[in-house]
């Protein structure tokens, strides 16, 4: 099982950036899926995570300003991130509790795409 992330960047601030994840192998089910950030000199923070049929769940400082969505046929989450501060930069990394096939549930973390908001 693994994590593809895709559509990291730069933009300037008040833009918006769409990044993806798709979840890829021998996979049974896939239970909550989503993003956690790591600033520069910071601890690493959740962003947005939803269930397979749950509501999402932000972190405060993006609350209002991003979108989580999820496509479960494609075993896919995207992250749409409108308003986009300087303070938004970090590596995004995508997350997910999935149960391989045969396997046990485990959680799974991408390689990170970077995001970076210019002034």
């Known amino acids: 099982v693994q994590l593809q992330a895709s559509g990291g960047g730069l933009v300037q601030a008040g833009e918006s950036l769409r990044i993806s994840c798709a979840a890829t192998?021998?996979?049974?089910?896939?239970?909550?899926m989503g993003w956690y950030r790591r600033a520069p000199g910071k601890q690493r923070e959740m962003v947005a995570m939803t269930g397979a049929h749950a509501s999402p769940t932000y972190g405060a400082a993006v609350r209002g300003r991003f979108t989580i969505s999820r496509d479960n046929d494609k075993n896919t989450v995207h992250l749409l991130m409108d308003k986009l501060q300087p303070g938004d930069s970090a590596i995004y990394y995508c997350?997910?509790?999935?149960?391989?096939?045969?396997?046990?549930?485990?959680?799974?973390w991408g390689e990170g795409t970077l995001v970076t908001v210019s002034s």
């Open positions: 997350n997910a509790n999935i149960r391989g096939t045969g396997a046990e549930w485990a959680t799974y």
């Open positions: 192998g021998n996979i049974f089910s896939i239970a909550a």
